[in-house]
């Protein structure tokens, strides 16, 4: 119980050490205001967090993991496609792995 618990710490300080790292990231190299570059990653939290449970359990009682996690690509793909979200950044293809790492793991 106290490894799993150690872990889960140590999990979530590398995950929001990352994100904080993200918004000095977007700030800094692709010049976003830092206002715009926070709500970026906020949103970007909140729906690795929601998500989340989302696809356990889609993964767990219907498609397996595999598939829950090709749905969910094109899930964000089409969903960043028709919002038009991250028109202005620099390369979107970085931009998209970085959103969506935490998808296919």
Avoid: P
């Amino acid at each position: 119980c106290v490894l799993v618990s150690v872990a889960f710490g140590l999990f979530y300080s590398s995950f929001f050490g990352i994100v904080s790292n993200l918004v000095i990231y977007l700030v800094q190299v692709w010049g976003e205001t830092s206002a715009h570059a926070a709500n970026m990653v906020t949103n970007l939290t909140g729906t690795a967090f929601v998500c989340s449970f989302l696809g356990a359990f889609t993964s767990d009682a219907y498609l397996g993991r595999l598939w829950t996690a090709i749905v969910f690509q094109i899930l964000c793909l089409l969903v960043n496609h028709k919002t038009n979200t991250f028109k202005n950044m620099k390369n979107q293809f970085v931009h998209y792995f970085l959103i969506n790492l935490k998808f296919i793991k």
